[in-house]
């Protein structure tokens, strides 16, 4: 992954008003990747949608990082079989069609 497909987590924290200790546990938690470079933490260009989806459960919502945990697995659930089903249909169409 090039740099440039990099943020760096400080500034990701000072541009969003958070501290880094929040990061630190959303990385604990295992609900974002981080990558260190040369003791400097850096998040993926990938993860900042999810990042900022987190954001918001916890900010505005008052999540907590449990609840954000359940609502993320959840998420990403619904999304999988969303998939399946697409493909299922998809496969069923093959045999529908005249």
Do not use: W
């Not at 933490?41 to 900042?48: G, H, I, P, Q, T």
């Not at 999810?50 to 990082?65: G, R, T």
Request: proline share 2%; with cysteine.
């Amino acid at each position: 992954m090039t740099k440039k497909h990099l943020i760096s987590a400080k500034e990701f924290c000072t541009n969003h008003k958070i501290e880094f200790s929040f990061i630190n546990s959303l990385y604990e938690f295992g609900l974002i990747k981080v990558i260190t470079v040369r003791q400097q933490v850096f998040l993926s260009v990938d993860e900042l949608p999810k990042l900022e989806q987190i954001l918001l459960f916890n900010k505005e919502l008052e999540i907590n990082l449990e609840g954000i945990e359940v609502i993320i697995n959840l998420l990403e659930r619904v999304q999988k079989i969303q998939e399946e089903m697409n493909i299922l249909k998809n496969r069923l169409q093959l045999y529908e069609k005249p």
